[in-house]
């Protein structure tokens, strides 16, 4: 927990409102990080965590726009192709929260001054 005046932070509530991610993104991303030497398809995701393949693959989406996932194509044999997705380095996603929260901190600095 953090402190901040008169409220608690709670560090999953400050990533998980930090990049913007639901309940359900964020447990994604703590499979990617529990997983991190590991590539994975939507479907096998979606067996392990007991969610539909469609709510896997919006999460996805997600976690791959803001950066927390990468993905690679693969290319199959007999045509066409698939997609596996495996997690950044947490460095890179504590570097994001980080920069999420000074911008946000500079910008709380300057309505105090403007006050």
């Known amino acids: 927990m953090i402190d901040f005046a008169c409220k608690r932070f709670n560090l999953e509530d400050i990533i998980k409102c930090g990049l913007g991610l639901t309940r359900t993104e ?4 703590k499979y ?3 997983n991190s030497s590991k590539e ?12 539909s393949l469609t709510t896997i693959q919006k999460a996805v989406k997600k976690l791959y726009e803001k950066r927390v996932i990468i993905r690679h194509q693969k290319n199959l044999k ?17 570097k994001s929260i980080k920069a999420i929260i000074k911008n946000w901190s500079n910008q709380v600095e300057d309505k105090i001054d403007k006050w």
Request: net charge positive; proline share 0%.
């Open 26 to 29: 964020f447990e994604i991303m």
């Open 32 to 34: 990617f990080l529990n």
């Open 40 to 51: 994975f398809i939507t479907s096998d995701i979606s067996k392990k965590l007991k969610l």
């Open 78 to 94: 007999n045509g066409g192709y698939v997609y596996t997705y495996e997690c950044n380095s947490k460095l890179e996603i504590r």
